[in-house]
């Protein structure tokens, strides 16, 4: 019902509203009536997703399979009544996804559909990776934040949102994405990881990275301690 529904209105925007506008870039399709800022902020969000992924894992012009569809609502109120079980849904021809453009004035889209972009990303382009390490990197850049040109990822997850494997797979991804010790070796460490698909081949100077990982988790009962410290490393930057 909810699939029909959307699939319906994509086929009638173009020809029966004036205040639906469609924003298109690479796989990415974004059909919005909540005006110009905000329909080519959420395209701006997926497109530096897509171009700073795409450098990380070696695929200098990432693509989807399907186009993906995103119908960005003026408001909860129309929002509301067409919300999708999941963060991406198929829709035959093209994935298919909706978010509303009041729920945040800094965040143009959700984290959910940041990360689920990002998986659909990975299968669509790259070689396979460990399924923890495509999480950790949809859990990544389920952060990512765009400044005009000016790109981070890395900002903190919600304590308890990680935990486990999960937990410790963000913070060395974290860590080598924003120590810049290890920040030039990150690239070398995922395309090892398509290659052999396990952490213990890939991994760049295992030792002093998996020792402050360690150190990092032992930490994250104090709160405060951990976000100090996590924020003293900065984030990783793209302008």
């Known amino acids: 019902m909810l699939r029909a529904f959307l699939i319906a209105l994509l086929a ?10 469609e924003y298109r870039s690479g796989p990415f399709h974004v059909y919005s009536n909540a005006g110009d800022r905000k329909g080519r902020e959420a395209l701006t969000e997926l497109e530096q997703l897509r ?6 894992v070696g695929k200098a012009e990432m693509t989807a399979l399907w186009p993906i569809n995103v119908v960005l609502f003026q408001n909860q109120k129309e929002y509301g009544p ?14 298919l996804a909706a978010w509303t453009a009041d729920a945040s004035k800094t965040d143009p889209l959700p984290r959910d559909l940041l990360r689920a972009v ?15 390490m495509e999480t950790g ?6 952060t990512i934040e765009v400044n005009a040109t000016h790109v981070s990822v ?9 935990s486990g494997d999960r937990l410790r797979i963000w913070t060395k991804l974290q860590m080598l994405t924003t120590q810049p010790e290890y ?19 890939a ?31 900065g984030l990783i930057s793209y302008a």
């Open 12 to 21: 009638a925007l173009p020809v029966f509203s004036a205040d639906w506008v």
């Open 51 to 56: 171009f700073v992924l795409g450098g990380l």
């Open 82 to 95: 067409h919300v999708l079980p999941t963060p991406l849904v198929d829709g035959g021809a093209s994935t």
């Open 118 to 132: 990002t998986l659909l990303l990975l299968h669509d382009n790259a070689g396979r990776m460990a399924p923890g």
């Open 137 to 142: 990197l949809a859990d990544l850049f389920s």
């Open 154 to 162: 890395g900002t903190l997850p919600a304590k308890g949102e990680l």
């Open 183 to 201: 920040a030039g070796k990150l690239r070398v460490y995922l395309n090892n990881l398509q290659q052999a698909g396990g952490e213990d081949v």
């Open 203 to 233: 991994r760049p100077q295992p030792r002093p990275v998996d020792r402050e990982v360690r150190q990092l988790r032992r930490r994250m009962s104090r709160s405060e301690e951990h976000t100090s410290e996590l924020q003293s490393r």
